[in-house]
């Protein structure tokens, strides 16, 4: 077996830990790869490789970082289909469920086969403006339009599907996949869904209006959410920036999934 270990080198520990997995990695008779930038760090140049040379010959890939570092390697296409475990560096460690004490035992349980493959449905955003295509992005938790720098409320107006469903102001709103309920959707109200399911989450962000809800949604159906022609807007996806001033933000379910490997013996719940 090949193992693949990426690390998020602002992260405390995270040098000195990747040197005990390849140790024990090494120790269990299996291979490692490793990012170029980190096998240099830790002075293994010989166990360097490119992001796509890393996907394709890796079983797994362990990350080790917050949630956040979870989020970037998911959301970068050679690591599509990949699984990815997670080793918490972070604070609340949704996602990376490994805590940094329980590493070792953790890679025993890959080497060994014991371990959960779980499929993540992931978001298509794209932001559009006068019916041209601005930019699309891949998220893994959640796709969020928002009202940016501005001090004042925006007025959004949401579809789903081809069917009209409100306009109200607000801060913004998410658009979450069920692994994201418990990310910004949480926070602003949404529910918490199993992440097996394939469904979308509409969140409201402080919304001015009393039937404004959180709202379950076919993940078959494309939401849109349209500002006024001159609102200054910001797009969003997994909390990194993506375009200023869309005039339509478009989320609906993309083709990647992605996969997350799960050696805890509890379950999500």
């Known amino acids: 077996m090949t193992l693949g270990i990426i690390a998020n080198l602002e992260k405390d520990n995270t040098v000195a830990v990747t040197r005990q997995m390849i140790a024990e990695l090494t120790a269990l008779k299996q291979e490692v790869m490793l990012p170029i930038s980190l096998a240099s760090r830790i002075e293994r140049q010989e166990l360097g490789c490119m992001e796509q040379e890393m996907a394709e ?15 970037s390697v998911a ?34 349980m890959i080497v060994r086969g014991e ?27 959640d796709s969020v339009v928002s009202k940016g720098a501005f001090t004042r409320m925006i007025r959004l ?32 109200g949404g529910p918490i869904v199993d992440p097996a399911m394939q469904l979308m989450l509409l969140t409201p962000i402080c919304a001015h209006m009393l039937q404004a ?44 999934r992605g996969h997350t490997a799960s050696a805890r013996r509890r379950g999500y719940y």
């Open 115 to 141: 371990f959960r493959l779980q499929e993540r449905m992931m978001l298509k955003a794209t932001v559009i403006r006068s019916n041209t295509r601005l930019q699309e992005a891949f998220a893994l938790n």
């Open 57 to 71: 010959a890796c079983s797994a890939i362990v990350v080790l970082g917050g949630d956040g570092t979870l989020l």
């Open 213 to 256: 809800r959180p709202t379950v949604i076919s993940s078959h159906l494309c939401s849109y959410a349209a500002g006024p022609p001159n609102s200054n807007l910001a797009a969003g996806k997994d909390t990194h920036t993506v375009a200023l001033r869309p005039r339509r933000h478009c989320a609906h379910a993309g083709w990647p």
């Open 157 to 188: 107006e949401i579809h789903i599907g081809k069917s009209y469903l409100e306009t109200f102001p607000a801060d913004g709103v998410i658009v979450a996949t069920p692994t994201g309920s418990t990310a910004y959707s949480l926070s602003a």
């Open 75 to 108: 959301r970068r296409w050679p690591f599509w289909g990949v699984p990815l475990m997670g080793v918490n560096f972070g604070r609340l460690g949704f996602l990376t469920e490994v805590e940094k004490s329980s590493v070792t035992e953790a890679l025993r």
